[in-house]
Each structure stands twice: as structure tokens, then as C-alpha cells.
């Protein structure tokens, strides 16, 4: 197929290539985000190991939260996070869970 000959499949497919390239990068940073945040915000508090470690604030992979569940637990801690941050410690929190719980 000539892509030139049809501009509206050249412009499909140089989208699909884009944003399949864009989506990963930006899952992979807020990850590393939410990480960092969680480290240097929640674990003097909390873990991550899917079983009692008898932390303070507990472990936060026992009870497998939905990722909206833990924006708004991440929302009434004693630390004051951007939204962005918020929402990049939640979906750590939350793929660190349903990792644990394998």
C-alpha cells in the first residue's frame, strides 16, 4: 500500500505509533514517581510487603485498594502532596499490591 497515496491511513498509523510510544514512557515515570514520593512521603509509616510487618501506618498491599481508594487514603495523610503526586503514589501503591499478592 502506498501510505502517500493515502494520507488518512499515514496519519492513523503515525498516531498509533505515537501514542504507543508516549503511553509507555509516561506509565514507566509516573511509576518511578510514585516510588520516589512513597519512599521519601509513606514509608516511614508504611510498607509494601503484602503481610503484617507491623509498621505504624501498616501495610498498605494487605488490603489490595482500588487505586481510587488510595488517592483518597493518600489525601488524609499527615503530608501534603501535589495532585500529581497523589495520583503517582496510588497507582504505585496499587501495583505493588496486586504484585504481592501473586
Not at 77 to 94: E, F, S
Amino acid at each position: 500500500m502506498n501510505v502517500c497515496a493515502h494520507p488518512v491511513a499515514a496519519v492513523a498509523t503515525l498516531t498509533l505509533l505515537l501514542s504507543g510510544c508516549g503511553g509507555h514512557g509516561q506509565a514507566e515515570s509516573t511509576s518511578q514517581r510514585g516510588r520516589a514520593v512513597f519512599a521519601a512521603a509513606c514509608a516511614g509509616c508504611h510498607t509494601l510487603t503484602g503481610r503484617d510487618s507491623r509498621a505504624p501506618g501498616g501495610d498498605l498491599a494487605i488490603a489490595r485498594l482500588s487505586a481510587a481508594d488510595i488517592t483518597s487514603f493518600v489525601r488524609v495523610m499527615p503530608v501534603h502532596l501535589t495532585p500529581a503526586d497523589v495520583q503517582a503514589v496510588a497507582a504505585y501503591v496499587h501495583a505493588a499490591a496486586m504484585r504481592s499478592g501473586r
